[in-house]
């Protein structure tokens, strides 16, 4: 197996190529939702970007992330109710890393 590793330049032009693409979205995702720890570290990135090049993007999202509770292994979120915030909303789920898809898979099914 090969890994290969992006460096800042690299994942700055990713993100900025993503947030353009979000713009052209017709229902743009308004609730964020990150998952897990490497999820959480992809939005610190991307707000980071929003800041610096897209502030307008601020007033429109907001941000509820997801955890896999490691005593029992099941999706859960930050102390929230996910029926109320994700109510009426186009949401995004995302994580920086993906194996198989079935953590991905637990949290839209929760």
């Known amino acids: 197996m090969v890994s290969n590793f992006l460096g800042k330049e690299e994942v700055f032009a990713y993100l900025s190529d993503f947030l353009k693409r979000l713009q052209e979205f017709e229902s743009f995702p308004t609730l964020w939702c990150p998952l897990t720890p490497s999820g959480n570290e992809l ?23 997801i955890y896999i509770n490691e005593k029992t292994g099941k999706i859960e979120f930050d102390g929230k109710s996910p029926s109320k915030d994700i109510s009426g909303k ?4 995302f994580d920086s890393v993906i194996h198989s898809g079935s953590t991905m898979t637990q949290a839209i099914s929760k």
């Open 90 to 93: 186009n949401v995004l789920v």
């Open 43 to 65: 939005l610190e990135r991307l707000l980071d970007l929003i800041s610096d090049k897209y502030p307008h993007f601020i007033d429109k999202i907001s941000v509820l992330p």
